[in-house]
């Protein structure tokens, strides 16, 4: 038998009275001082704390009482405070999770308690009643808790869930670093002996009594919630891809000609296989990847997902253009969605939560022309330029010295409207979404003495920048309109403004790097913002 702490706090304390309320607890301490370490005497304390709802699938032997016990040590001490639960107690309860541990920290105003406490599990126990072959088995969880109060009840949730294996024991319990008070209760009923009242000390796992001369714990304010995962909170999201919203038939990999945008028809699922006391209906966000490189991310909110149900969507990831910049015509890529459910919900199999099918891309049987026919190489790229069916081509324009843009020719069009301004390019046009041959020519004219050029930058801000859903824009002067350009010059979206302030919406735009042409009078402006 291990060398016993005795029940003497600083080896002086003979006798002490107790009283509380009504209730009375006589208590006599024999003044021996038989070992290195000692412990306070037991003290008695009406419980003014809301007690902790005590629902069947809440494990303890602690009886709900206003009554409970404390411990503690006249020096630092670790020690484990266990409840013991056998296989046969478990039987109600196999394949279920235990998912919260509770237990009660206790504290007296004229001796305060300091300690640290962390959670602890343990499976395929075994209890023959003797300290020297008593063990709690394999150490399932440990967690270190924050954020005590003492004389409250503590509750936390695991960090990873325990399942109940109905086939061995599980011993769930606190362990304790004690240096100053009483820093673990217990209740005040009969004990469960072996079961409710089990401790850790020194190595050694046994009855209190074993380790602490005339110990008298009952049982310890610990508790466990098993649940067999219905409780609201929890969810599987899984997402799916599908043909179309019709059939729906179940799909693993698809064909993109060349030329067509990449579009995707996915379902996102609650897949939860036991019965929902709730249905989900909150926001998920879903993040599109191609070949683990992310290139969309949108947000689904407010749709409720009933147990074993989802909802379809169609999203376009990719025009024509950004296929074949990217590379990727002719090509065979993986495509995968990732979906997230919002922070409070416990997502019991997160291992579905991505999916992914092989996408391959379509190579290019024909090629267009664009002919350039201006021969001052004021246009790059110049002269004959080959361009894929749905691609975009942008060209560069740099007046000669002295001269200015007049008109702009698109296959004999004038699209001098078009023109734009990029930071660091310059004057440029754009063929978007080429389907046939074209030709471009630019004609020019003498520029003024003082020529107009780009207004300064200064006056004009657009915040936030990076921006999520919003874009606002302000002037020293009227904006008559802005148009909005992805990173390869085309036109995605054109807003008439009268005023010097723009509020725009672009939640619907994806994620990239844009430029903004603003239009004041006959000037233009061009500012870059990054859209998420």
């Known amino acids: 038998m291990p060398e016993k702490m005795n029940l003497l706090y600083f080896c002086r304390h003979k006798t002490q009275i107790i009283m509380k309320k009504t209730h009375r607890l006589l208590l006599f301490v024999i003044a021996l001082c038989m070992g290195s370490l000692s412990a306070q005497v037991t003290r008695n304390v009406d419980f003014q704390a809301p007690l902790p709802d005590r629902s069947s699938n809440w494990l303890s032997w602690a009886s709900n009482t206003n009554i409970y016990h404390m411990i503690g040590f006249n020096e630092t001490t670790e020690y484990y405070a266990m409840q013991r639960f056998a296989a046969s107690d478990l039987t109600p309860y196999n394949g279920q999770r235990l998912t919260k541990v509770r237990f009660l920290p206790s504290n007296v105003a004229e001796d305060p308690t300091s300690a640290a406490y962390s959670i602890v599990v343990y499976t395929g126990g075994s209890y023959t009643g003797s300290y020297a072959t008593n063990s709690p088995g394999t150490l399932a969880c440990i967690q270190t808790v924050t954020d005590i109060t003492y004389g409250q009840w503590k509750t936390v949730t695991l960090n990873t869930p325990v399942t ?61 919630l098993v649940t067999d995962g219905n409780e609201e909170a ?52 879903i993040r599109g990847y191609m070949d683990d490189d992310p290139i969309s991310s949108r947000i ?156 300064e930058l200064t006056g004009i801000s657009i915040f936030p920048n990076p921006a999520t859903d919003r874009l606002d824009i302000t002037a020293e002067s009227a904006i008559q309109e802005v148009r909005i350009f992805d990173c390869t010059g085309q036109l995605v979206r054109t807003y008439p403004q009268t005023a010097n302030h723009a509020s725009l919406e672009i939640s619907d735009l994806q994620s990239g790097i844009y430029f903004v042409n603003l239009y004041i009078g006959n000037q233009v402006a061009t500012k870059r913002f990054v859209k998420l």
């Open 164 to 224: 109940i294996n109905a086939s061995q024991e599980l011993w769930i319990g606190v362990k304790v670093t004690a240096y100053a008070g009483y820093a673990m209760s217990h209740d005040d009923a009969t004990p469960v002996s072996g079961k409710g009242n089990l401790m850790g000390y020194n190595g050694s796992w046994g009855l209190p009594d074993d380790f602490l001369t005339g110990a008298d714990v009952h049982n310890w304010n610990v508790a466990g």
């Open 234 to 285: 929890n969810i599987d999201l899984s997402v799916h891809f599908i043909n179309n919203g019709t059939d729906q038939d179940a799909i693993t990999s698809m064909e993109v000609p060349a030329g067509q945008p990449f579009k995707t028809v996915f379902v996102i699922r609650n897949e939860r296989s036991s019965q929902a006391t709730s249905d989900y209906t909150d926001t998920i966000f």
């Open 300 to 455: 689904l909110a407010n749709d409720t997902l009933a147990l074993g149900r989802g909802v379809w969507l169609t999203a376009t990831e990719m025009n024509a253009s950004s296929i074949f910049n990217a590379g990727y015509c002719g090509t065979t890529r993986t495509f995968c969605y990732e979906v997230q459910s919002t922070a409070g919900w416990n997502d019991t199999d997160p291992t579905n939560n991505r999916g992914c099918i092989s996408v391959t891309f379509g190579a290019y049987e024909t090629i267009y022309h664009i002919t350039v026919l201006n021969e001052d190489s004021t246009i790059t790229p110049c002269c004959v330029v080959d361009a894929y069916p749905g691609s975009s081509q942008r060209f560069v324009i740099t007046p000669p010295e002295g001269k200015r843009i007049a008109q702009a020719l698109a296959d004999g069009a004038d699209v001098t409207a078009n023109i734009h301004t990029l930071i660091n390019v310059g004057k440029t046009y754009t063929f978007n979404n080429i389907q046939s041959d074209h030709t471009f020519q630019v004609l020019y004219e003498d520029a003024p003495e003082t020529p107009v050029g780009e207004i």
